[in-house]
Nanobody
Framework: VQLQASGGGLVQAGGSLRLSCAAS????????MGWYRQAPGAQRELVAS???????HYADSVKGRFTISGGNAKDTVDLQMNSLKPEDTAVYYC?????????WGKGTLVTGSS
């Protein structure tokens, strides 16, 4: 299984970015897809996730600003990030959960400048 992530970069506070992640190499159903982030000196945290029935979950810090879309049918998951804040600065990782385990994509850096 390979995860190819794209997007990220530097954006001024209040700006928007879109992250995309595509999963390939498996013909099995995906249980869930999501985005995590890790800021310098902090633990990796869940940002948003989407499961097979389309249900979504967001961290309180991004509710109303970030939107996750995609899922098993497309084997892709996108994260639309609006109203970015400096505290959103982190390396973002996509994660895909299969029945037997999960996989991580390479991180992509998102920097929200003040």
């Amino acid at each position: 299984v390979q995860l190819q992530a794209s997007g990220g970069g530097l954006v001024q506070a209040g700006g928007s970015l879109r992250l995309s992640c595509a999963a390939s190499g498996s013909h099995f159903d995906i249980n869930a897809m999501g985005w995590y982030r890790q800021a310098p000196g902090a633990q990796r945290e869940l940002v948003a996730s989407i499961i097979g029935d389309g249900s979504t979950h967001y961290a309180d810090s991004v509710k109303g600003r970030f939107t996750i879309s995609g899922g098993n049918a497309k084997d892709t998951v996108d994260l639309q990030m609006n109203s970015l804040k400096p505290e959103d600065t982190a390396v973002y990782y996509c994660n895909v959960v299969f029945p037997w385990g999960d996989y991580w994509g390479k991180g992509t850096l998102v920097t929200g400048s003040s």
